[in-house]
């Protein structure tokens, strides 16, 4: 049985992303609240499914797991790997696990459906996982075990752009 176990992210990046007919003054009025709350504002300048950060981190995430069905390597060399060469809390797997695969398959089916060219054999090594019941930390069991207790989980070190409070309820 898996202790309660909470896990709040902040991150300070915020992306604003208006439409064709949005007045720049509201972006900038937005942009400089952000800033005064202690933000970092970001304006998407044009529509982008995904924003900025999330249609970056979508490809990174696509491309680990490309990796992964070719038997590139495995889950515990990519997450080491972005560790050290980005210097980043967690790796792209632990995340994944974290936010759950059947999460990342439903957002991943939505940017395969709205753009051309996008793979599917990431989507299929994840619907691979989901079906022997490799949901990530809420199952226990992703791209690695998670043990009964919290302690087992994945930490977040602490970051200047990443604010976290972990507890165990």
């Known amino acids: 049985m898996c202790e309660p176990y909470l896990l709040i992210l902040v991150f300070l990046a915020i992306e604003i992303m208006g439409h064709e007919e949005t007045d720049l003054s509201l972006i900038t009025l937005l942009s400089d609240r952000c800033t005064e709350l202690g933000f970092s504002p970001f304006h998407v300048q044009k529509r982008s499914i995904g924003y900025i950060y999330n249609r970056i981190w979508a490809a990174i995430k696509r491309e680990t797991l490309q990796v992964l069905s070719e038997g590139v390597c495995g889950p515990q060399d990519i997450d080491a790997i972005f560790k050290d060469v980005l210097r980043t809390p967690m790796g792209p797997c632990e995340q994944m696990d974290v936010v759950g695969l059947d999460v990342v ?65």
């Open 105 to 169: 398959l439903d957002i991943e089916k939505h940017y395969a459906e709205s753009r051309t060219g996008i793979p599917s054999e990431p989507r299929e090594y994840l619907m691979k996982m989901i079906r022997n019941g490799h949901l990530g930390v809420k199952s226990h069991r992703g791209f690695y075990d998670y043990k009964a207790t919290s302690e087992q989980l994945p930490r977040i070190r602490q970051s200047p752009s990443l604010k976290t409070v972990s507890r165990a309820s």
